[in-house]
């Protein structure tokens, strides 16, 4: 059984940083990528960022130059460093496993 628990969020200012964490459980971690998504009211889920088992990145134009995903395999936790953050990032964020979701955390940006 895979589970994914994400924190850090919250609400924070325009031109404010927040980190969020996503702890997993399971065998499966190591062998993986894994993604940020987000959801904003009214707006389909879409794709934040994504690491490879290898720890190669990839982010949506969106993000880029402002987040940062991270992965430490030892305790299978991914990171996702959000600076420079802008009203239009306000949306719950989830982290993403194979075929696996978390709960989501909310993170509001005000202008």
């Known amino acids: 059984q895979v589970q994914l628990v994400e924190s850090g969020g919250g609400l924070v200012q325009a031109g404010g940083s927040l980190r969020l964490s996503c702890a997993t459980s399971g065998s499966i971690f190591n062998r993986n990528a894994m993604d940020w998504y987000r959801q904003a009211p009214g707006k389909q889920r879409e794709m934040v960022a994504t690491?490879?088992?290898?720890?190669?990145?990839n982010y949506a134009d969106s993000v880029k130059g402002r987040f940062t995903m991270s992965r430490d395999n030892a305790k299978k936790m991914v990171y996702l460093q959000m600076n420079s953050l802008k009203p239009e990032d306000t949306a719950v964020y989830y982290c993403?496993?194979?075929?696996?979701w978390g709960q989501g955390t909310q993170v509001t940006v005000s202008s």
């Open positions: 993403h496993l194979f075929a696996y």
């Open positions: 690491i490879t088992s290898g720890g190669s990145t």
